[in-house]
Structures are given as C-alpha cells and as structure tokens.
C-alpha cells in the first residue's frame, strides 16, 4: 500500500545522535538539508565567479544578479549605512532561498546507505524560521542599543504626533515590534508548510485514483493537473517568501539604523 | 461533487495513515518539540557557515569582479577622452599652421607685389629722367643750330648786299661794312619795336 499521507514530508529521522549537555542535538535529515543549502549555495557561488571574467558568463551573470539584487534591496531600505549588514541580509536571503528550493523535490534520497529519505523542506519547520527571526530580531534590537543608546527608544515615540496620543501610540509601537519575529517567522512557516501539504495532498488523489480502479485512474489526469499548477505556484511561492524575509529584514535593520522614524 | 468526495476521501486516508504516525512521535512533525534542540543547533551551524563563507569569501569576490569591471570600464573612458582631446588638439594645431602658411603667403605675394611696384617706379623714373635730359639736349642743340643759322643767314645777307651794291653801285663795299649796316638796321629795328 502507497503511502498518501501528506504530513511524512515533514518527520524528522535522526542520522547520526549526538547528545551534548544533555540536549539531543542528533544530526538529522532536516540538518541534512540545511547542510546541502549551504554546500551548494558555496558551490555554485564559487563556480560561478571562479573565471572573474570581465564579460560574465551565465553563471558569473546570475551571481552578479544576485548580488545586485540582495545589495539594492538593502540600500533602497536601509540606505548606505545598511550595506554593512549587507552579508547578513545576502545569507539570510540565500539560504531560505536554497532551503525552499532543496524542499521543492518531491523525494529526495539521501546518500547514506540504507537510509532512505522523502524529501524535506527546512523552513516548514516553525522552529527553524523562528530561530532565524530570533536572530534578526537579536542583531535589530543589539545593534539599535549599540549604536543609539538610549534613543534606540524613539522606535516606540513616533516624531510628529501630539503628546497626549502617545498613551494610545505607544503601546500600540511596542506590540507591533514584539509581533515582529512572530510574523516574520510564521509567515515564512505558514507558507512553506501549507504549500506542501496542498502538493502531497493533490498528489495523493492521483494515487489513490489509480489505486481505486481503471475508470478513476483517468479521473487522475485532474489533480496531476492540479500539481502541476501547484508546483510552478510553489517555486513562486520559494523565491517570494525568500525575498519577504530579506526585505523585511532590511525594513527592521532600517530602523535599528535610524530609530526616529 | 466528485471533488468534495476525493477531498473527504484524502482526509480520512490521511487521519487513518497519520493515526499511527502520531502515536508514535506524539505530534505534529513541525510542532514536535523532539527535534528543537537539534534543529536550532544545526541551523546555528550552518548557517554561521554559510555567512562565514558568504562575507569573506563570495562577496568580496563579486564585489571585487564588479568594482574591478567598473574601473576598467571608467578607465577605458578616461582614454577615449584623451585621445579625443589629443585628437582636437591636433586638429586645432593643423587649423593653425594652415592659417599661418596662408598668411605667409599672403604677406609674400604682397612683398613681391610691392618690390614690382617700386621697381616700376624707379624704372619709370629714369626713364623720364633721360627723355628729360634727352629732350634737353635736344632743345639746346636746336638753339645752337638756330643761333649758328642765324648768323650764317646774317652773313649770307651781308655778301649778298655786298656783291648786289658791287654790281648795281659800282661801290666797293668790304664785307665788314656790310655787317655793320645789317647791325645797325638791326638795332634801329629793336628800338623801333
């Protein structure tokens, strides 16, 4: 019997155990892929610039894009200042872009042997987008503190509203700053983690469809279509959570490096 | 209709194989606490890996192939816009020697026009000098001639009046006295007139 259940894609199997402090830090299929995120984004990033020719070839060219991407997306933001936060922002960037896209194979066997593995996508996993949101949320409120002091604290007083408001304004600034790594976190989690279970869902009906009998097995050509569909949704859905993340990012260090606003 | 059975159908199918699943791990997979630890290690690691590997490696590399192509590109126009300038320089440099070469040649022309002027001139000059002095000579010789007529003319009148007092008189009269009286009628007619 097939299995059909949409939610295995996202179990977790312990590879190696590893156990240090008591903690169960096991190196697992999803620190496989974030592994493979990193390799290969350090891979093709050094492939591709290896020649540093002066007329770029393909793969120098969409390094170049990447690079010209993610840094005036962090100037249009966060002005020039924001550029030392610059490497940040480019690997926060790519690895949720590289971590989605590793999720985007629907199997994905592992090269342990006797192990063999459905394919994983990291950031359906709300502690690991939380985590990532965490350390935004640390190096904004750090760096804020570092560089403004005590002023970091014009976040919560907006300039240009009448003092008496201030008892509404204030409170709401502070909530909406505290929401932050929550919808940070849950928006990349939510979408990553909805996505592929609308996927394993319609791809399930094709094989039940086929399993139900020669008649529904041409009923099947429906949801195939379906997944279809789906898939070219979810590498938009991929690239533009990636980029929300990163944007976003930016918008936060913005105002750690201009409070007043 | 067919769609909302399939829909019931997959979540039946899907309650009845994820049954046993959650006895086992307990919850849902992304909301298992089992893995947090192991979750957040790793993702540390590795994603400090990848920032180490990012910010001192990747980056500057394309930073370095960007800047690098940005200079030769502003260096290469640097040159174009030398050479142009050289190019205009030349350019004007030529305009020049061609105008002075015209001005040369004008000035030229106009010294050699001057020079054949002069020399018209003096030549002109001397040879209304020597008609002058030609016609002068001319006039003084005449004079002369005049002058050595009129006396051969006074002394052919006094042998004429002295042969015709010879053969009409009878009288000897000397050539002397003849003179004498063509002086004296002379004279008498210059007072008369």
Redesign the interface.
């Known amino acids: 019997m097939v299995?059909?259940?949409?939610?295995?894609q996202?179990?977790?199997h312990e590879v190696a155990p590893?156990e240090i402090a008591g903690?169960?830090?096991?190196?697992?299929n999803?620190?496989f892929f974030?592994?493979l995120?990193?390799a290969a984004?350090?891979l093709l990033?050094?492939l591709a610039?290896n020649k540093?020719?002066?007329v770029?070839g393909r793969g120098?060219s969409i390094?170049?894009i990447l690079?010209?991407f993610v840094a005036d997306m962090v100037r249009s933001s966060a002005g020039n200042e924001g550029l030392r936060f610059?490497?940040?922002v480019?690997?926060l960037f790519?690895?949720i872009l590289a971590a989605n896209m590793f999720g985007m194979f629907p199997y994905m066997p592992l090269p342990i042997p006797g192990v063999d593995f459905h394919g994983f996508t990291?950031t359906?996993?709300?502690?690991?987008t939380l985590?990532?949101s965490m350390?935004v949320m640390t190096i904004v409120v750090g760096f804020g503190i570092y560089k403004n002091g005590f002023k970091f604290l014009k976040l919560f007083v907006p300039a240009g509203v009448p003092p008496i408001l201030y008892i509404i304004v204030t409170p709401i600034e502070v909530i909406s700053f505290l929401s932050r790594p929550i919808s940070l976190s849950v928006r990349l989690?939510a979408n990553m983690?909805a996505g592929h279970i609308l996927l394993k869902?319609f791809a399930?009906?094709i094989v039940?469809?086929g399993a139900a009998g020669a008649a529904w097995g041409i009923?099947g050509i429906l949801?195939f279509a379906m997944v279809i569909g789906l898939t070219a949704l979810e590498f938009l859905v991929a690239f533009l959570q990636a980029y929300v993340f990163a944007i976003l990012t930016c918008i936060y260090l913005n105002d750690a490096l201009h409070p007043a606003h | 209709m067919t769609l909302i059975a399939l829909i019931n159908m997959a979540v039946t199918a899907a309650q009845e194989a994820g049954g046993g699943e959650h006895e086992a791990s307990g919850a849902f997979p992304p909301f298992d606490p089992t893995y947090f630890a192991s979750q957040i290690f790793w993702l540390l690691v590795t994603f400090a890996a990848l920032y180490l590997l990012m910010s001192r490696w990747i980056l500057p590399r394309i930073g370095g192939i960007i800047e690098e192509r940005r200079d030769r590109i502003a260096d290469d126009l640097d040159t174009a816009q030398q050479i142009s300038s050289e190019a205009d320089e030349t350019r004007s440099a030529y305009e020049q020697a061609l105008a002075d070469a015209r001005a040369r040649a004008h000035n030229l022309a106009a010294e050699a026009k001057a020079a054949m002027d002069q020399e018209i001139a003096d030549e002109t000059a001397e040879v209304d000098a020597e008609i002058a002095a030609k016609s002068a000579e001319a006039e003084n010789k005449l004079a002369d001639a005049r002058t050595k007529a009129l006396a051969e003319v006074r002394g052919i009148a006094a042998s004429a009046a002295t042969e015709a007092v010879n053969l009409i008189g009878g009288l000897t009269v000397t050539e002397k006295d003849a003179d004498e009286a063509i002086k004296a009628l002379e004279s008498r007619q210059e007072k008369s007139v």
Not at chain 1, 23 to 28: G, P, R, S
Not at chain 1, 124 to 128: A, F, G, L, T
């Open positions: 299995d059909t259940n949409p939610i295995k996202f179990e977790i590893l903690l169960n830090l096991a190196f697992t999803s620190a974030m592994l995120a990193t984004v350090t990033m050094a610039t540093r020719a002066l770029p120098q390094a170049e690079y010209g610059f490497p940040f480019f690997s790519i690895f990291v359906s996993h709300i502690i690991v985590t990532l350390m989690f983690l869902v399930g009906f039940m469809l009923v949801p």
